[in-house]
């Protein structure tokens, strides 16, 4: 595969953030997804949050594993560290990284198909350590690189594009996120840029496990009338391919939604997609709250987007095992190795 890089020049008159970085300093190589994909979306505002809070992005360690969602890190931040995993992997490889060096801010960006399947256990363990993380997962329902079988987080009674029906019951990411311990737990639809950018920032500025759940419609292979992840379905309540394997382009879909209320999206299939934007007065503070908040409107199909939880003392993965605050990839012999007879004494004590 080729990438395509964007222009070297930068226009004179670019605004700078007080890091002296203009927008163009947080982009990437030139997106290779299908027009019209939501996870373009994502990366545009990931690109926006990072410019706004003047993060130099040598500052940022971006970690992926397999999956349409884990190619975008090439799209944006291409002057910070980055590491493509395996299927799944991201989380342990991310935990690796931040034991080693905490002086830098991770980004973790997964899909449905590779945290809540083959790496569930990965994702679970990383959030109820408390890594110090803003760990995105782009759900779209569907293994879009492997031609649209859908994922774990595929609605029950969703439909393929094949007309086949899931008869499986759903993960839902958010609710294991906030049952696992993370401090930091929201939902939002790529889309919705006003409320996603937001909450990237916040999520950027937590310390601790944040975890952002962006429902983002695949075009390709759910984006079809049955499908729950569609544009329709979520501007509501995709699949723009023929049969000579052509992808349809397709505008992008921006949504402005008020707090508190319900938008339906329609998808350019046809389907449609409901989502629910927290009221202002909604207590993210509150964990059975949120959770009870979630099943309820869950069960009138209904996908809760906003802040959902957040821990005013949160603790990091540092924090719970006392690791000095010097990063430990810097730390030489002499601190690492306490000499025999400290040894001698610790080994005595679990005799």
């Given at each position: 595969m ?27 190589a ?11 979306s ?28 884990s ?5 944006f931040?291409?002057?910070s ?25 991770y ?39 492997t ?6 987080t595929a609605?029950?009674?969703s439909?393929l594009?094949?007309?086949?029906v ?6 839902d990411?958010?609710?294991?996120a ?16 006003e409320?996603?950018v ?8 937590h310390?601790?496990?944040?975890f ?5 419609p695949?075009?390709?292979?759910n984006?079809?009338a049955?499908?729950?992840k ?5 501007r ?11 992808m ?9 939604q ?12 046809g ?16 964990k ?5 908040f ?32 010097t ?6 012999e ?18």
């Open positions: 080729t990438w395509i890089a964007r222009p070297k020049f930068h226009h004179a008159s670019l605004a700078k953030n007080e890091a002296g970085c203009t927008r163009r300093d947080y982009e990437g030139i997106s290779t997804l299908c027009a019209g994909c939501g996870h373009d994502i990366s545009a505002a990931i690109v926006q949050a990072f410019y706004e809070l003047s993060i130099p992005p040598h500052r940022v360690a971006k970690l992926s594993g397999i999956g349409c969602s190619k975008t890190p090439t799209y931040l291409g002057a560290h980055g590491f493509n995993s395996v299927h799944g992997r991201m989380p342990s490889v991310l935990t690796g990284a931040n034991m080693a060096n905490r002086d830098l801010i980004l973790g960006v997964s899909g449905d198909g590779d945290s809540a399947s083959i790496g569930f256990g990965q994702f679970a363990h990383s959030i109820r350590r408390g890594v110090d993380m803003i760990y995105i997962v782009e759900n779209n329902g569907v293994y879009g690189l031609k649209g079988q859908r994922s774990a609605d029950e009674g439909m594009k094949k007309g086949d899931n008869t499986d019951k759903p993960i990411m958010v609710s294991m906030i049952k696992l311990g993370a401090s930091f737990v929201a939902r939002s639809f790529s889309g919705d840029k409320q996603l937001p909450l990237l920032k916040a999520a950027i500025e310390r601790g496990a944040a952002l759940d962006v429902i983002s695949c075009v390709a292979f984006n079809h049955g499908s729950t569609s544009y329709d379905w979520v509501e309540h995709n699949e723009a391919v023929n049969q000579l394997d052509v349809e382009d397709h505008e992008e879909i921006v949504l402005q008020a707090p508190g209320t319900v938008e339906e999206i329609s998808t350019p299939d389907t449609t997609l409901r989502l629910r934007k927290l009221a202002q007065d909604f207590d993210p503070t509150d059975a709250g949120a959770l009870d979630l099943e309820r409107h869950g069960a009138k199909g209904e996908l809760v987007t906003g802040l959902l939880f957040v821990d005013r003392a949160p603790k990091d993965m540092h924090q719970h095992l006392g690791t000095v605050s990063p430990l990839n810097v730390l030489g002499a601190e690492l190795c306490p000499g025999s007879k400290t040894l001698a004494a610790i080994n005595a004590s679990l005799r």
